[in-house]
């Protein structure tokens, strides 16, 4: 008979810290029933002679253990296993964990109410991370988005507005979307995921607790990233959601950003910046930007102009430090930022 609820968790040489991953699933107080789908992506370690003594205290406690994997020389990367995970297990509910991670005993039980309330959302939860001081700013972010901009701040450098290791959904609107691209090493297939997940009416949902232990390790997948990929995935995002509905708007920051951003545009997008606006004076004075690059003659020279004297709607490229402050500019409408570290920006639109 088929579980309530598949745990879906990729293993590749997690033996550091699969103890206590594989405990928190039999601290589970979810009281329906549960399995756990574990796909084996080539580890070297002695991750799966942890699996299997797990195996059996999990299904001693009414946990069904299901357990895939291959021994292939290199590992086929997170969307695959993922994917292969969620191909052998049963249950009507997703639950995704890493392997380096850690659940809180209620966490089943909270996202499962949630994702019955929110058949078409994920449903991710605030987190704890370890160790306790990295990535501050970034764990902030996680943890304080308010529920309305859990929608509105999906252009951000930070990616996905809920953790992919938080994530909770129905088989049902997993089919529906998915399945996660598997490109390997390199490939974000949680933002790809995340963003075909919107393109089809899905919600973000997070339950207010935190519920989940996060580890940052230097050496994860996710590090293996290039920021340009991101940046190019995040303005392909940007121009299909918003930017093809306006017909014109402005780049708010003529710095390194904002001008990255413009670079970074279609030729038709670019088409529509009508000025970028800034408080910096020298820039301002300076009273224009010159495409250098450009193929086309003359060469586009876009206004700088103070941002008082500027138009909306708004791309707003600056820190999260220096995000404007609607009420002090005398304007109604959604800012955004950049994470100081991965250097990108942050888009919300107007």
Known sequence: MAAQVSVILPVHDAEPWLDECLGSVLQQ????????????DASKDKSMTIIEK??????GSGILVVIGGHNCPSPRGVGYSKNQAIAQSSGSYLCFLDSDDVMMPQRIRLQHEAAVRHPTSIIGCQVRREPPN?????????????????????????GPTVV??????????????GPFDEGGRGVPEDLLFFYNHLRRGGGVVRVDQSLLLYRFRPGAATQAILESTIWTHRVCFLEE???QHWATFTIWSAGRQGRRLYRSLSEGAR??????????????????YCYEEAQERPKPRVPILHFRAARPPFVICVKLQWTPNPKQLGLS??????????????????
């Open 54 to 59: 797990w195996k059996v205290k999990l299904e």
């Open 29 to 40: 107080d979810f009281q329906g029933s549960m399995e756990l789908s574990v796909f084996n």
């Open 164 to 177: 992919m290791p938080t994530w909770f959904c129905s088989r049902t609107w997993f089919s529906h979307v």
């Open 271 to 288: 088409r529509k910046v009508i000025a970028f606006c800034d408080v910096d004076k020298k820039k301002i004075e300076k009273g224009f």
């Open 333 to 350: 409408r959604t800012y955004c930022s950049s994470h100081r570290t991965s250097q990108g920006v942050h888009w919300r639109t107007t």
């Open 134 to 158: 990295s990535t501050q700013r970034y764990t902030r972010w996680i943890n304080q988005l308010a529920p309305d901009q859990l929608l509105t701040q999906v252009f951000t450098s930070h």
């Open 241 to 243: 959601r918003a930017l």
